[in-house]
T-cell receptor, first 112, second 113 residues
Framework: SQQGEEDPQALSIQEGENATMNCSYKTSINNLQWYRQNSGRGLVHLILIRSNEREKHSGRLRVTLDTSKKSSSLLITASRAADTASYFCATLTQGGSEKLVFGKGTKLTVNP | GEEVAQTPKHLVRGEGQKAKLYCAPIKGHSYVFWYQQVLKNEFKFLISFQNENVFDETGMPKERFSAKCLPNSPCSLEIQATKLEDSAVYFC???????????FGPGTRLLVL
């Protein structure tokens, strides 16, 4: 079953604007990972944030994690047309199994 | 290799036929995972391996799905007697350390007619 829920389901912005996507989950986690999927392609790993971290940066990406609210956000600054893709959060739950539980994704469109 | 490789890219099967998908994990990665993506969004975990041993198979519909990871061979996912609802993209991922980043292959798109 899907644990993560991304919000919004779809987002359309202009090039240069910032894009924020949110993810909520239900159970305690070890870490949370964000992935990007271009249309018809595989998943590209963007960033991993551990349960004891609150914020992480990678280039134009900023991820926050609030374990008390069981939520995470992904911010893409100064977006480009090439950022157009679907973005998924995936959680690794506590308890031994190493499988990722994915949300349903946010479809981001960046208009030139 | 440096990337997870999956073959074939596309597979078309008539309902009831067998389908077999292959995955070569990144060299040195001990953990292999299979996921099914239906309708371009929902991902479902199927099975994972630690080397050739099944690690977690809680997502597998066992009556028709089977998987193996044998030494010196690509991992495989086999669906006996495919059904229409098996149409999906099947992704393989590998990781070096359990619980860390999983690296995904490009997927195999299965269409059951």
């Amino acid at each position: 079953s899907q644990q993560g829920e991304e919000d919004p389901q779809a987002l359309s912005i202009q090039e240069g604007e910032n894009a924020t996507m949110n993810c909520s989950y239900k159970t305690s986690i070890n870490n949370l990972q964000w992935y990007r999927q271009n249309s018809g392609r595989g998943l590209v790993h963007l960033i991993l944030i551990r349960s004891n971290e609150r914020e992480k940066h990678s280039g134009r990406l900023r991820v926050t994690l609030d374990t008390s609210k069981k939520s995470s956000s992904l911010l893409i600054t100064a977006s480009r047309a090439a950022d157009t893709a679907s973005y998924f959060c995936a959680t690794l739950t506590q308890g031994g199994s190493e499988k990722l539980v994915f949300g349903k994704g946010t479809k981001l469109t960046v208009n030139p | 290799g440096e990337e997870v490789a999956q073959t074939p890219k596309h597979l078309v099967r008539g309902e009831g036929q067998k389908a077999k998908l292959y995955c070569a994990p990144i060299k040195g990665h001990s953990y292999v995972f299979w996921y099914q993506q239906v309708l371009k969004n929902e991902f479902k975990f199927l099975i994972s391996f630690q080397n050739e041993n099944v690690f977690d198979e809680t997502g597998m519909p066992k009556e028709r799905f089977s998987a193996k990871c044998l030494p010196n061979s690509p991992c495989s996912l086999e669906i006996q007697a495919t059904k229409l609802e098996d149409s999906a993209v099947y992704f393989c991922a590998s990781s070096q350390i359990p619980g860390e980043t999983q690296y995904f292959g490009p997927g195999t798109r299965l269409l059951v007619l």
